[in-house]
């Protein structure tokens, strides 16, 4: 046996036996262990690696179970005779064709010309993760979401979430959606007026696919999500720039005249944080009543209100049906989880079912039952208690560093939130600020992907006390105002 297929890194997340297990599952796969070769002993096993030989056993019997490996009583574990292979080996390589088609001209879409965000994979092992959308997983309820999966892989619920939904969801979440979240934000809609998505972009998407041409005019906020802006611009060009002040989407009637569709985050402008107030939601809904076009509404991050109760969401305000509202769980459990929801008239909702099910069917069904365990048994709620004492400590926390930093603060969130958005001096570069913090293990968010403009303002960032511990706010905002000292 190779010892190479058999090195394992302490370091890496997985545990020493899943790494032993994946080394096996390679070999095995490649055919360096051919079927009918013996496996080291356990014992041998152990001693070469230098770990404990009761992880090899149970590594060595996972294997077993699974169809790779069979013991026998004298001579240890053997590579199954019909254990799976690649035919083609496990170095084979691509050759090189002799003849190359050019796929520029195949490819109707171009995707290369979008301003993102960009989240380095590694990003937790940077000293002062600035980070938005990521999680702090020393907050997160570990013990209780496990308890809540093996939960919905019980033999009760695994009939239901194993099979296929088809145009449909899991009862269980979309019921919780309709009687609690929904409610909290003043919307109350029957459970087949809630669609659940792969996250709130999917949302978006969804609604974009459905509703935009070539021709419809659409309004964005100046700055606003990335990614809708990017959404929007592949569909059509005739895009309706909203600038923003410390209420929100400024309402120039003139631009919303021309509008067949306009997205807005009033609770939570992204990224600004503003929230919009009550007399202007109300006039944004006379507005398309009048001119005839219909809001769709990104109400993220509703959850994080610490600092004092949210207002109700714009849908709540819609006595004419012209809101579409989108929902998510990214921000409030973990973004990886990609649980988001629409809810809007039925019209919609059925058109969007349909559109989803040619793309992936529904979200993965055990994905969707853990999620309303943990939300039924309580978990959720005390999650998000957690998540406002923490947050509400590391808000205070950065507010005063950035204010004693003389670090301009453009932040108006009104009632909690994970993030502030920063302006620095006219001539400062945040691009090139974030590659030299980057190289003090300090992560800040850039603000051109922000904008609309072309070209963009240089001079603005996001920094967020999600992913950061509230001990290394502090010096973390030093090192930043050092490196805009030293470049402005």
């Known amino acids: 046996m190779k010892e190479i297929l058999f090195e394992l890194d302490p370091s890496l997340p997985a545990s020493l036996q899943a790494q032993l297990r994946e080394k096996v599952v390679n070999a095995i796969l490649s055919r360096a262990l051919q079927p009918g070769e013996r496996l080291p002993s356990t014992r041998s096993m152990a001693r070469h690696l230098n770990i404990a030989r009761n992880t090899v056993t149970l590594a060595y019997q996972a294997l077993a179970d699974d169809g790779y490996l069979v013991s026998h009583p004298r001579s240890g574990y053997i590579v199954n005779e019909d254990a799976p292979a690649n035919p083609l080996g496990f170095m084979e390589t691509e050759r090189e064709p002799k003849d190359k088609i050019e796929w520029g001209h195949r490819i109707h879409r171009d995707t290369g010309n979008m301003r993102v965000i960009r989240k380095p994979l ?7 993760p600035f980070v938005y959308g990521q999680a702090d997983f020393k907050l997160f309820s570990h013990s209780e979401w496990r308890d809540c999966a093996r939960q919905a892989l019980g033999a009760r619920d695994f009939g239901a979430l194993a099979g296929d939904f088809g145009y449909s969801d899991d009862p269980m979440l979309v019921n919780y959606i309709a009687s609690h979240s929904l409610p909290q934000r003043g919307i109350y809609k029957v459970p087949e007026h809630v669609l659940v998505t ?4 999917n949302a978006l998407y969804l609604v974009a696919e459905l509703m935009i041409r070539q021709d419809t005019v659409v309004g964005l906020e100046n700055p606003s999500y990335p990614d809708i802006r990017n959404i929007v611009s592949k569909r059509t060009n005739r895009i309706e720039y909203f600038d923003v002040d410390n209420d929100g989407l400024i309402l120039d009637e003139e631009k919303l005249a021309r509008c067949n569709l306009v997205f807005v985050t009033p609770s939570h402008q992204c990224p600004t944080t503003v929230t919009m107030p009550v007399d202007r939601r109300k006039k944004l809904l006379e507005l398309a009543e009048k001119h005839d076009f219909i809001v769709i509404e990104d109400d993220y ?12 969401a714009l849908k709540s305000m819609d006595e004419k049906a012209r809101v579409v509202y989108i929902g998510s769980f990214s921000k409030s459990l973990f973004p990886g989880l990609r649980l988001g929801y629409l809810a809007g008239p039925d019209a919609l909702i059925e058109e969007a079912r349909r559109l989803r099910h040619l793309m992936f069917r529904h979200p993965p069904g055990h994905s969707q039952r853990t999620a309303a365990y943990f939300m039924a048994l309580g978990h959720y709620s005390s999650q998000m208690r957690k998540l406002k004492k923490t947050f509400t400590e590391r808000h205070e926390t950065m507010a005063n560093a950035l204010a004693a930093h ?4 453009l932040s108006r969130s009104v009632f909690g939130g994970t993030s502030f958005w920063v302006r620095g001096p006219e001539t400062l570069d945040a691009d090139k600020l974030g590659k030299r913090l980057a190289d003090r293990s300090v992560l800040i968010e850039p603000g051109t992907p922000f904008f609309g403009d072309e070209p963009p303002p240089l001079n603005y960032f996001r920094i967020a006390y999600s992913s950061i511990g509230q001990d290394k706010i502090e010096r973390g905002i030093e090192i930043i105002a050092e490196e805009i000292a030293r470049m402005t």
């Open 122 to 128: 590694n990003w937790r092992e940077f000293e002062f």
């Open 198 to 201: 792969l996250g709130a972009q």
């Open 301 to 312: 991050e509703f959850e994080m209100n610490f600092l004092a109760p949210p207002s109700p």
């Open 406 to 409: 003389g670090i301009i603060n």
